[in-house]
C-alpha cells in the first residue's frame, strides 16, 4: 500500500513571498489533516477534512493560509503572504475515518527568510 | 481549550535502561494515541487506547490509559538504540474527535 506523498520536500522563500503545498492521500482515506510543526513542538493541526468538507479549522489563520480538497482526494495548503515564523514542518496525514490512526506523510520542510 | 502535557521533555538512557513518558489532559478524553517520530522522520503510529484503565504491550512497549480517562503512559523496558526519537501522546474528546498531539518526550539512548 502506498503511502501519503507529499511535494515539496524542502522550500524557502523570502517573507511576503506565497507557497503551496500538495498532498496526496492513501486511496480509500476520507479524513484528511494538515499539521505545523515547528521545530522541537509536537504538530499542531491546522485544518482536518472529511472527504471534501472541512471539519475543523478552528487553529487555521485564515488571513494567510488557505487549503482546499477538491473531489475527497488531493489537497492543497497555500501561504500567502508568508511571514518569519511560517518556517516549520507541514505535515499532511490521512485516515480511514475520524478519531482512527492517522498515516503522515514526509512533510514539506518551509524556511521563510 | 484542550491541553496536552507530556513529562519529561527529554530523557538520556542508558541502552538496556527503561525509559516512561507520561502524558496529561485537563480535560476526559475519549481516545489516546501514541506516535513516535525519529530525528528527521515523520511520526509513525503505534497504538490506540479506548477504554478505561486499558494496557496495551508491544514487545517491550507498554501502554496505558488511567482511569479516569484523563492520563496515559509509554513505558520501555530495556532500551535499545533503535528506540531513539520523540514519543507522542495525541488525545481527543469533544464534537470534532480533533487530535491534540502533547508537547513530546524525546528520548536519547547511549549505547
Same mark, same amino acid.
Given at each position: 500500500?502506498? $503511502?501519503? %506523498?507529499? @511535494?515539496?520536500?524542502?522550500? =524557502? =522563500? ?24 515547528? *521545530? ?31 473531489? $475527497? ?8 503572504? %508568508?511571514? *518569519? ?7 499532511? %496525514?490521512? @485516515? ?18 | /481549550? ?6 519529561? &521533555? ?5 541502552? /538496556? ?6 502524558? !496529561? ?5 475519549? !481516545?489516546? &494515541? ?18 478505561? /484503565?486499558?494496557? #496495551? ?6 501502554? &496505558?490509559? /488511567?482511569?479516569?480517562? #484523563? !492520563? ?9 538504540? +533503535?528506540?531513539?526519537? +520523540? ?8 464534537? +470534532? !474527535? ?14
Amino acid at each position: 500500500e502506498a $503511502g501519503v %506523498a507529499q @511535494s515539496p520536500r524542502y522550500k =524557502i =522563500i523570502e517573507k511576503r513571498q506565497s507557497v503551496a503545498f500538495w498532498c496526496n492521500p492513501i486511496s480509500g482515506h476520507a479524513t484528511l489533516y494538515w499539521y505545523q510543526q515547528i *521545530l522541537g513542538q509536537g504538530p499542531k493541526l491546522l485544518i482536518q477534512f472529511q472527504n471534501n468538507g472541512v471539519v475543523d479549522d478552528s487553529q487555521l489563520p485564515k488571513d494567510r493560509f488557505s487549503a482546499e480538497r477538491l473531489k $475527497g482526494v488531493d489537497s492543497t495548503l497555500k501561504i500567502q503572504p %508568508a511571514k *518569519l515564523e511560517d518556517s516549520a514542518v507541514y505535515l499532511c %496525514a490521512t @485516515s480511514v475515518r475520524v478519531a482512527n490512526e492517522q498515516y503522515f506523510g514526509p512533510g514539506t520542510r518551509l524556511t521563510v527568510t | /481549550g484542550q491541553q496536552v502535557m507530556q513529562i519529561p &521533555q527529554y530523557q538520556h538512557v542508558q541502552e /538496556g535502561e527503561d525509559f516512561t513518558t507520561y502524558c !496529561n489532559s485537563s480535560t476526559t478524553l475519549s !481516545n489516546i &494515541q501514541w506516535y513516535k517520530q525519529r530525528p528527521g522522520g515523520h511520526p509513525v503510529f503505534l497504538i490506540q487506547l479506548v477504554k478505561s /484503565g486499558e494496557v #496495551k504491550k508491544q514487545k517491550r512497549l507498554t501502554f &496505558q490509559f /488511567g482511569e479516569a480517562k #484523563k !492520563n496515559s503512559s509509554l513505558h520501555i523496558t530495556a532500551t535499545q538504540t +533503535t528506540d531513539v526519537g +520523540t514519543y507522542f501522546c495525541a488525545a481527543s474528546g469533544g464534537a +470534532t !474527535n480533533k487530535l491534540i498531539f502533547g508537547t513530546g518526550t524525546l528520548l536519547a539512548v547511549q549505547p
